[in-house]
DNA sequence: GGATGGACTTTCACCCAGTGAAACAGGCAT
DNA sequence: ATGCCTGTTTCACTGGGTGAAAGTCCATCC
């Protein structure tokens, strides 16, 4: 590149990357400003680049400045197959959950260090909760994480543990042993439960979600507003739920390879 | 740039944006030549700038090569807010129709030329049509296309006749006048018939959603497998669909600028 | 009212990051 | 063994990217 200063070594795409990765759930709309804060590049080169991205249509510009994720990131966005295939046909077993308990129900997967929601059902009369589908949360506290955690490579675990245990509620989980003992019946009994550890007066069941190849790709859980005993209670169907899913997805890959594909083209 | 040859004049900017664009719902998975040819770049750029793309989580590699979307981009694409709000507000009254009718429903905005379908709600016992969550349609063939292009700008109208209308069945319009004269009448009815237009044995209602300050920002639809007279039958529920959305949308709009803000943090 | 601070935009001399042909390596047909 | 395809690495060359600086616009403050 050129320049007569700044940071070398830093390529374009990472630039490009670095502005996209400046929106999240809590920053969806940014200015220029707040994005060269954000991202640490000086506002010009900000400027520059999101031109080009406003041009293709990955952000939009509003009338008083501000910077959006455009449709365009949207559609190729959607095209993520992890979530695809998963959401396809978690989707019906989710919807019957919801039907049998009238609770939360999410489905996750792990991102890197946290929990990635990627579905969720609440129905209109459901009490609303923290998680949002796109958003994520700490994989030590929530129900899905847990699950999510104890089937992770150790280095995962390691890398967690490492970057401490954020003290959410009284009752979050904060030492370190105690988690490691929490994870080992986890893995022992395919539950995981949480009891006001994310959120006071929530407490969720969660169930893995197995690929073709046995591994655990997604979690699933219930989220309700009420005591222990009720997550005990909708355990056995969380349980069975995650088990269907997990069924109908070896099922579907063994048969129809690309059955999805063909729908529209473009 | 550099480079000691190829096409001058184009930023990296544009070849990284080129990249993800070679994605569609026709092509979720590609190779790397699969990706040069597409966009025209060479490999070796290619094969550098899509290293970077998966190191930082937009992409995402397969132990055979293969590229696909990965879910960082998917978690970006989510905070695009023009579906967002709609669609939060828009699903309970979809879900309604659904029950009420067991149609296919359907939500779709305007991307240019062409229809963006942003949701949609089939059941698990709906028959399946060509539509998908991300996929893009013609406007001059479908029920939510035609209202899309009946209330878009005057130029947009153009581009569509300019370009040509394909012919997807006997029954696509194909004849400019005939679908200006069609438009009309969309806006007089606010609402918008299609008679195996798109595909035969599908016929479909469709009617605007409009934003706070009444422009029209998306269509609703219901796509059934049977005979025009149905179409006209769900004709009011769609209608009657289509206002609430509008005026949820408008009161959440002047009530709660931004309520949904409170939820979790990243 | 004019001074101050913040946001956004444009310019432009500087130069290094990006480039892609070419060469290489592996796989699979013929 | 030959051809053809894919993916990977190298490297001499150079023009696209750079960002401080200056300019513009608009609030807010004294």
Redesign the pocket.
């Known amino acids: ?13 990472s ?1 490009v990357l670095a502005i996209l990765g400046a929106f999240s759930v809590a920053h969806s709309e940014l ?4 994005i060269a804060r954000r991202t640490g ?5 900000v ?3 999101a031109r080009e991205l406003v041009a293709w249509g990955g952000l939009e510009r509003l009338p008083d ?2 910077y959006r994720i455009g449709l365009r990131l949207w559609e190729i966005g959607s095209l993520a197959p992890q979530q695809r295939r998963i959401r396809q046909i978690a989707i019906p077993f989710m919807e019957d959950l919801y039907e049998a308990t009238h609770g939360n129900i999410q489905l996750a997967v792990r991102e890197g260090g946290e929990a990635l929601y990627i579905e969720k059902i609440s129905g209109r009369y459901a009490v609303p909760i923290v998680s949002r589908v796109g958003g994520r949360l700490p994989l030590h506290a929530t129900g899905v994480g847990k699950i999510l955690l104890a089937f992770a490579p150790q280095e995962v675990i390691d890398q967690v543990l490492t970057a401490g245990l954020a003290r959410l509620t009284p009752k979050t989980i904060v030492m370190p042993g105690k988690l490691l003992r929490a994870l080992a019946e986890v893995r022992r009994t395919g539950l995981a439960f949480c009891y006001e550890e994310m959120t006071l007066g929530s407490v969720s069941v969660a169930t893995p979600i197995h690929g073709p190849d046995q591994s655990v790709i997604a979690a699933l859980s219930i989220v309700v507003h009420s005591f222990p005993a009720d997550a005990q209670r909708f355990a056995p169907a969380v349980r069975t739920a995650g088990l269907g899913i997990s069924r109908q997805l070896a099922r579907m890959d063994s048969a129809a390879p690309e059955a999805f594909a063909r729908q529209v083209a473009r």
């Not at 200015?31 to 707040?34: D, K, S």
């Not at 590049?41 to 080169?45: D, E, K, R």
């Open positions: 590149m050129a320049g007569n200063s700044g940071e070398p070594g830093r390529s374009v795409t630039k200015t220029l400003a707040q590049l000086p506002v010009p080169t400027h520059r680049l400045g501000t």
